[in-house]
């Protein structure tokens, strides 16, 4: 996929490990100019200086943070809102904060990136935004997922909507939809149940390709989409047959 992106501004959410940091690299392969933000300042500074890649560290609770990294950049070309937060547990297990929270990083921090990047695809008649939501949404019912998947729901609504709007002024919106993917918020929510091979085995046994994604895989499909100028209003799937 070398040069498809070519001189494209991209802007990543998220971009310090796992999903997030795999498709900033992918971007940059694609020889886009590469914004990649996270919170976690230490992470994402390894990113750099590296070709094509500009790093900054971005709170996306932060409207005005928010609002001034995009104006700072200019015209965004690709957005891809990666940041969020997987919550373990039941609707009777969840506090409500939890749900709050999840909301928050899950859905208001894609508006509020979408709501920055905007006005200048409108004016360009041109762009297209890539939301992270997951199969286990409106898709797939998945256990002890409440308030992530009715979070992630919310993402896949809001990406036809978004997309339905803004079709006839160039702009695409799209949402990925994982299943299971190895990456390290992963494997700290293994460790947090206290028997982590056993959990990493449950989660492999699931899947019936018989392993978990890679991050890169994911990241393969995001610079895919930003160039496939017909497609739009769609949540793609990419969880090894888990909702076959």
């Known amino acids: 996929m070398s040069g ?8 990543v959410t998220a971009a310090a490990q796992g999903i997030g940091r795999a498709t900033a690299l992918a ?9 990649a933000t996270d919170i976690n300042a230490d992470l994402v500074q390894q990113l750099d200086g590296i070709s094509g890649i500009r790093a900054s560290v971005l709170d996306v609770l932060d409207s005005g943070a928010v609002a001034a ?3 700072d950049i200019g015209r965004v070309d690709v957005l891809f809102n990666c940041a969020g937060i997987v919550h373990n547990g039941s609707v009777l297990d969840m506090a409500e904060d939890d749900l709050d929270f999840a909301f928050e990083l899950n859905v208001k921090a894609m508006v509020r990136t979408t709501r920055a990047v905007l006005p200048g695809m409108i004016n360009a008649k041109s762009g297209c935004i890539i939301n992270m939501a997951s199969v ?22 809001m990406t036809k909507s978004i997309a339905a709007d803004y079709v006839a002024q160039g702009i695409r ?4 939809c ?3 993917v190895d990456s390290p918020s992963l494997h700290q929510r293994l460790q947090a149940t ?3 091979d056993n959990a990493l085995a449950t989660f492999i046994a699931r899947q019936p390709q018989g392993r978990l994604g890679a991050a890169e895989e994911i990241a393969d499909l995001a610079v895919y989409i930003a160039g496939a100028t ?3 209003g769609q949540a793609f799937a990419i969880d090894g047959g888990w909702t076959i």
């Open 4 to 11: 498809i992106l070519e001189g494209k501004t991209v802007f």
């Open 173 to 176: 919106c799209n949402a990925i």
């Open 230 to 232: 017909y497609t739009t």
């Open 69 to 71: 990294a995009i104006g």
């Open 136 to 157: 286990a949404s409106s898709i797939k019912g998945v256990p002890n997922r409440f308030a992530y998947g009715t979070t992630k729901a919310a993402v896949i609504g």
């Open 194 to 196: 206290g028997d982590y």
């Open 178 to 180: 994982p299943g299971t």
């Open 27 to 35: 971007f940059a392969s694609a020889r886009a100019r590469v914004h």
